[in-house]
Nanobody, 121 residues
Framework: QVQLVESGGGLVQAGGSLRLSCAASGRTFFDYVMGWFRQAPGKDREFVAGISGSGGSTHYADSIKGRFTISRDNAKNTVYLQMSTLKPEDTAVYYC??????????????WGQGTQVTVSS
Protein backbone atom coordinates (compact mmCIF):
# COMPACT_ATOMS: atom_id res chain seq x y z
CA GLN A 1 0.00 0.00 0.00
CA VAL A 2 1.12 3.56 -0.64
CA GLN A 3 0.09 6.85 0.93
CA LEU A 4 0.17 10.06 -1.08
CA VAL A 5 0.42 13.68 0.05
CA GLU A 6 0.10 16.54 -2.43
CA SER A 7 1.47 20.04 -2.02
CA GLY A 8 2.12 23.15 -4.07
CA GLY A 9 -1.37 24.34 -4.87
CA GLY A 10 -2.44 27.93 -4.52
CA LEU A 11 -3.75 31.03 -6.21
CA VAL A 12 -2.10 32.19 -9.41
CA GLN A 13 -2.96 34.66 -12.15
CA ALA A 14 -3.80 33.49 -15.63
CA GLY A 15 -0.63 32.88 -17.62
CA GLY A 16 1.32 31.99 -14.50
CA SER A 17 2.91 28.73 -13.38
CA LEU A 18 2.74 26.35 -10.45
CA ARG A 19 4.47 23.09 -9.61
CA LEU A 20 2.57 20.46 -7.70
CA SER A 21 4.37 17.76 -5.76
CA CYS A 22 3.15 14.44 -4.49
CA ALA A 23 5.19 12.57 -1.90
CA ALA A 24 4.62 8.84 -1.61
CA SER A 25 5.32 6.50 1.27
CA GLY A 26 6.78 3.05 0.82
CA ARG A 27 9.95 1.49 -0.52
CA THR A 28 8.67 0.35 -3.91
CA PHE A 29 7.65 3.66 -5.42
CA PHE A 30 9.13 2.69 -8.78
CA ASP A 31 6.66 -0.20 -9.00
CA TYR A 32 3.76 2.24 -9.24
CA VAL A 33 2.53 4.19 -12.19
CA MET A 34 1.51 7.65 -11.11
CA GLY A 35 -1.11 10.03 -12.30
CA TRP A 36 -2.58 13.47 -11.74
CA PHE A 37 -6.30 14.08 -11.89
CA ARG A 38 -8.42 17.15 -11.26
CA GLN A 39 -11.97 17.95 -10.31
CA ALA A 40 -13.55 21.34 -10.87
CA PRO A 41 -16.70 22.43 -9.02
CA GLY A 42 -19.76 20.72 -10.44
CA LYS A 43 -17.73 18.54 -12.78
CA ASP A 44 -16.51 14.97 -12.80
CA ARG A 45 -12.94 14.15 -11.93
CA GLU A 46 -10.78 14.00 -15.04
CA PHE A 47 -7.43 12.55 -15.95
CA VAL A 48 -4.66 15.10 -16.43
CA ALA A 49 -1.41 13.18 -16.85
CA GLY A 50 0.18 9.80 -16.18
CA ILE A 51 3.74 8.51 -15.95
CA SER A 52 5.27 5.05 -15.99
CA GLY A 53 7.23 3.61 -13.09
CA SER A 54 10.58 4.42 -14.64
CA GLY A 55 9.45 7.86 -15.74
CA GLY A 56 10.28 7.07 -19.34
CA SER A 57 6.72 7.21 -20.65
CA THR A 58 4.06 9.83 -20.14
CA HIS A 59 0.54 10.54 -21.31
CA TYR A 60 -1.47 13.76 -21.20
CA ALA A 61 -5.02 14.90 -21.57
CA ASP A 62 -5.53 16.97 -24.70
CA SER A 63 -6.74 19.94 -22.67
CA ILE A 64 -3.36 20.47 -21.01
CA LYS A 65 -0.96 19.04 -23.56
CA GLY A 66 1.96 21.37 -24.15
CA ARG A 67 1.30 23.34 -20.96
CA PHE A 68 1.74 20.75 -18.21
CA THR A 69 4.60 18.30 -17.63
CA ILE A 70 4.55 15.28 -15.36
CA SER A 71 7.80 13.92 -13.96
CA ARG A 72 8.99 11.78 -11.10
CA ASP A 73 12.04 11.36 -8.92
CA ASN A 74 12.11 7.77 -7.71
CA ALA A 75 14.98 8.50 -5.33
CA LYS A 76 12.72 10.97 -3.54
CA ASN A 77 9.47 9.00 -3.91
CA THR A 78 7.92 12.09 -5.49
CA VAL A 79 5.94 12.88 -8.60
CA TYR A 80 5.55 16.40 -9.94
CA LEU A 81 3.17 18.30 -12.16
CA GLN A 82 4.68 21.44 -13.65
CA MET A 83 1.85 23.66 -14.85
CA SER A 84 2.51 26.61 -17.13
CA THR A 85 0.39 29.12 -19.04
CA LEU A 86 -2.40 28.47 -16.58
CA LYS A 87 -5.96 29.36 -17.52
CA PRO A 88 -9.01 30.04 -15.34
CA GLU A 89 -10.48 26.74 -16.57
CA ASP A 90 -7.57 24.92 -14.92
CA THR A 91 -9.07 25.86 -11.55
CA ALA A 92 -9.76 22.61 -9.69
CA VAL A 93 -8.71 20.35 -6.88
CA TYR A 94 -5.75 18.35 -8.15
CA TYR A 95 -5.25 14.79 -6.97
CA CYS A 96 -2.26 12.54 -7.14
CA UNK A 97 -2.90 8.83 -7.68
CA UNK A 98 -0.93 5.58 -7.83
CA UNK A 99 -1.62 2.26 -9.48
CA UNK A 100 0.03 -1.00 -10.46
CA UNK A 101 -1.28 -1.24 -14.01
CA UNK A 102 -1.43 1.26 -16.87
CA UNK A 103 -0.34 4.88 -16.55
CA UNK A 104 -2.73 5.67 -19.42
CA UNK A 105 -5.84 3.81 -18.38
CA UNK A 106 -5.34 2.84 -14.74
CA UNK A 107 -6.86 1.69 -12.61
CA UNK A 108 -5.47 4.00 -9.98
CA UNK A 109 -6.04 2.51 -6.57
CA UNK A 110 -4.46 4.99 -4.19
CA TRP A 111 -5.31 8.66 -3.91
CA GLY A 112 -4.05 11.72 -2.13
CA GLN A 113 -6.24 14.23 -0.36
CA GLY A 114 -5.98 16.82 -3.12
CA THR A 115 -4.60 20.32 -3.40
CA GLN A 116 -6.54 23.36 -4.59
CA VAL A 117 -5.37 25.28 -7.64
CA THR A 118 -7.16 28.54 -8.40
CA VAL A 119 -6.36 30.56 -11.50
CA SER A 120 -7.66 34.11 -11.56
CA SER A 121 -8.42 35.97 -14.76
Amino acid sequence: QVQLVESGGGLVQAGGSLRLSCAASGRTFFDYVMGWFRQAPGKDREFVAGISGSGGSTHYADSIKGRFTISRDNAKNTVYLQMSTLKPEDTAVYYCAAGRSSYRYGPYNYWGQGTQVTVSS
